[in-house]
């Protein structure tokens, strides 16, 4: 996925179709903050930022109640057993992603997935408080209509990057129904 893009914005969301490669993008700029190839295809051209910390928060695979480390105190972690999922994104928002150190990069995949709309309002709102309050950088790949539409973010749509070899005619998403 050979592309140059202007990665200065403070919040930055990803967007584009199932596969366009918004994840892979996540992936590939962690490995290049820390500094480590990818088989070769991840390339430094600037120097090395100062970056505190570098946090990937991949929601459909790393479930908070899976990693008893993200939660701060005693009380979180008997929150997180009797919460919704939807709930214990939102903690994560309000406890654990503010207690990083400033200049922390954070590496957000579809954070949105177990959020309402008003509640990914609320992580929207949040994602712009860490940025102004505590410098943070946020690169988030999302599907969320409700970040991307809102006027104050700046959105990358990767379908304009990718070189299609599958039409969406072929996934039947397009014209007739697939199912019989």
């Not at 712009?128 to 988030?140: H, T």
Request: charged share 20%; aromatic share 8%.
């Amino acid at each position: 996925m050979p592309m140059v893009m202007d990665l200065r914005h403070p919040l930055i969301l990803l967007t584009g179709e199932n596969g366009s490669g918004k994840s892979t993008l996540l992936w590939s700029i962690y490995y290049a903050l820390r500094e480590e190839a990818i088989d070769g295809y991840v390339c430094r051209v600037e120097g090395k930022p100062e970056i505190p910390k570098i946090f990937l928060f991949d929601a459909e695979q790393h479930n908070p109640r899976m990693h008893p480390e993200l939660l701060n105190s005693p009380q979180m972690k008997e929150f997180v057993q009797m919460a919704s999922h939807g709930q214990v994104m939102l903690s994560m928002f309000r406890e654990t992603f503010p207690s990083l150190p400033e200049g922390t990069v954070l590496l957000l995949d579809e954070p949105e997935m177990a959020l309402s709309q008003s509640n990914q309002r609320r992580v929207l709102k949040m994602m712009m408080e860490l940025c102004d309050q505590k410098k943070f950088r946020i690169i988030c790949a999302t599907h969320s209509p409700v970040f991307i539409e809102d006027p104050q973010t700046y959105v990358i749509n990767l379908d304009n990057y990718i070189n299609r070899n599958v039409l969406p005619g072929d996934m039947g998403v397009e014209g007739s129904s697939t199912i019989q």
